[in-house]
């Protein structure tokens, strides 16, 4: 009965180093920028309860063109306008409940100076050189583009005309870097994640790569190329190094070797080819170890009636949350759309996964079970049953758990949350099944059944103790707070895996409680739910 789930090493015995890109503070977050994020905490949360050691970094990316000409037009300085506007990203990640465990901005000492070491190191090894260039720039990737990655003239991303750039500018000689990426990607498959972008990205360094600018002389919001001022450094390789530096990469040797490489970079597509290419070239051109895999997300869309008029990065997540909360918000974003894939966000689709998934299979569960204890047992758990007294239905449930629980890690691993989710769900549903099939309240009719209610009941609200361990990731307060209705005492946080995630460690006489719907229903579309008015 206590089978032991032995803690996997899902990709490196050290700490665990997984990131967030840094967010440019032009603006404040929209719902593209907190998918990403939201993804990283998942994945950060469970490889705590998995027993890893995380480190769980995310940050703003303060300097370049964009910032500077955005602060310009607020009349401020770039420095003066990131400081007023970091403060609400910070704030959405509480709201969001997101645990960091560093948030580095790019504006800082810690930042700015190994930037400048590395780039100075770069230039003494001779991999850097000076040349001039020509092409055409788009502000808003803060990226050159060449004419076919344009549409109509334009970025496709962003839907501007590029700015035509003819400047001397200092070069990184990425092209001579091909080979040693190819050989990465092919001796390596999970560098790049999924396996349908690592194709792209093999396919087009196959075609060759050009040399990187890495520095700018027509404006001065950056980091100061050290043997020539004149020069800023390119915001995407100083934004890139914020990897290494918050690992304490110039700073802090011994830390350093702790944490870096980075175990996994969770980027969105979009900004797949720095941190493919350009990332790992910058790396191997000063011989440091490489990240283990970069994982490039889908888009989202929006998508249905109640908020077709906005674009997605005009929805703050401010719109949903007081509707959704923390929970439901997060366990819609990570359950709805395929990791990896594209994706459609809508109001309507919202309601009806909260509805069905949280409202119903889940809050249904805990508080069915939860008032059965109440009810039939005083609110105290019964003595764990032995071996002998468990019935074939009972164990077959049992092993269900483990079957959920194993198919969760496998998605873990796999970097696909909606996987994860979907396996715990499978155990959701599953709880409900065995509810109706041992009739509890049946039982509680027959006094000589008092035993076999306990044991059943025993086995339902371990059961969500369990449930509780494998939805913390996603739904952190609804698996905190079934915690303390079951009664245990020690904090859901400090659980791990190897140890917790096994039958029968429900305490007994621990004290039960009932308390409000973990998850309230919804009003369905018409009824009075919707999103606020523009
Ligand atoms: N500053 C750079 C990253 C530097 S990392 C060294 C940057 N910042 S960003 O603020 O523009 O975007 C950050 C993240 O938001 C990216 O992962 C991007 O893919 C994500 N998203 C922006 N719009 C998005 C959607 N519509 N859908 C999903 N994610 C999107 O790029």
Redesign the pocket.
């Known amino acids: 009965m206590k089978a032991r789930y032995p803690r996997r090493t899902l990709l490196s015995d050290e700490v665990f180093y997984l990131t967030?890109?840094?967010?440019?503070v032009n603006d404040v977050p929209?719902?593209?920028?907190a998918?990403?994020t939201v993804a990283a905490d998942f994945i950060a949360r469970w490889q705590r309860l998995a027993g890893r050691e995380v480190c769980f970094l995310t940050g703003t990316?303060e300097h370049g063109l964009k910032m500077a000409r955005t602060a310009a037009a607020k009349g401020l300085e770039p420095k003066a306008w990131a400081d007023q506007i970091v403060p609400r990203w910070i704030e959405l990640w509480e709201l969001l409940d997101i645990s960091n465990d560093d948030f580095i901005r790019t504006t800082e000492e810690r930042h700015e100076r190994p930037v400048q070491t590395f780039w100075q190191a770069l230039y003494d090894k001779g991999e850097v050189y000076l040349g001039t260039y020509e092409g055409l720039y788009c502000v808003g990737c803060e990226a050159f583009k060449t004419p076919d990655e344009l549409v109509d003239g334009r970025c496709p991303l962003h839907g501007t005309e590029p700015e035509v750039v003819k400047e001397d500018n200092y070069f990184f000689p990425l092209s001579k870097y091909a080979e040693r990426l190819i050989d990465l990607y092919e001796g390596n498959p999970r560098f790049v994640m999924p396996e349908s972008r690592r194709n792209e990205v093999l396919g087009k360094v196959r075609q060759g790569l050009d040399d990187l600018s890495i520095s700018r002389t027509t404006f001065d919001w950056g980091i100061p190329i050290p043997w020539d001022p004149g020069h800023v450094i390119y915001v995407?390789v100083d934004?890139?190094q914020?990897?290494l530096n918050a690992a304490g990469f110039g700073t802090d040797d011994a830390r350093f070797k702790r944490v870096w490489p980075a175990d996994l970079h969770l980027?969105?597509?979009?900004?797949l080819w720095?941190?493919a290419v350009i990332w790992p070239a910058m790396l191997m051109a000063l011989d440091l170890p490489l990240p283990r895999t970069v994982f490039a997300?889908?888009?989202?869309?929006v998508g249905g009636e109640k908020m077709s008029k906005s674009t997605?990065?005009g929805i703050s997540p401010h719109d949903l949350v007081p509707t959704f909360g923390s929970d439901g918000y997060r366990y819609y974003f990570l359950r709805e759309i395929s990791f990896g894939l594209d994706g459609s966000f809508s109001w309507e689709s919202m309601v009806a996964r909260y509805n069905s998934d949280l409202a119903n299979d889940f809050g249904n569960l805990a508080a069915r079970v939860l008032s059965m204890v109440g009810r039939y047992l005083g609110s105290e758990i019964p003595a764990p049953p032995g071996e002998a007294e468990l019935a074939d239905s009972d164990r077959r449930f049992i092993e269900a758990f483990g079957a959920s629980f194993e198919a969760m890690e496998r998605a873990v691993a796999d970097i696909a949350p909606h996987e994860a989710l979907q396996a715990a769900w499978s155990f959701v549903r599953r709880a409900n099944a065995y509810v109706e099939e041992v009739a509890p309240w049946a039982l509680a009719k027959d006094p000589g059944a008092r035993r076999r209610l306990e044991v059943v009941l025993y086995v339902l609200a371990d059961s969500l103790r369990l449930l509780a361990l494998m939805i913390w990731a996603a739904t952190p307060r609804a698996a905190a707070e079934l915690w303390r209705r079951l009664g245990v005492e020690s904090p859901i946080e400090a659980c791990v895996f190897e140890r917790d995630a096994r039958w029968g460690l429900l305490p007994e006489g621990a004290g039960t409680s009932v308390g409000a719907p973990l998850f309230p229903r919804l009003l369905e579309e018409g009824a009075g739910a919707g999103p606020p008015a523009p």
């Open positions: 967030t890109p840094i967010y440019y929209h719902l593209g920028n998918y990403t990316d995407w934004a890139l914020n990897y980027v969105g597509k979009d900004i720095f941190h997300h889908g888009f989202l869309q997605l990065t």
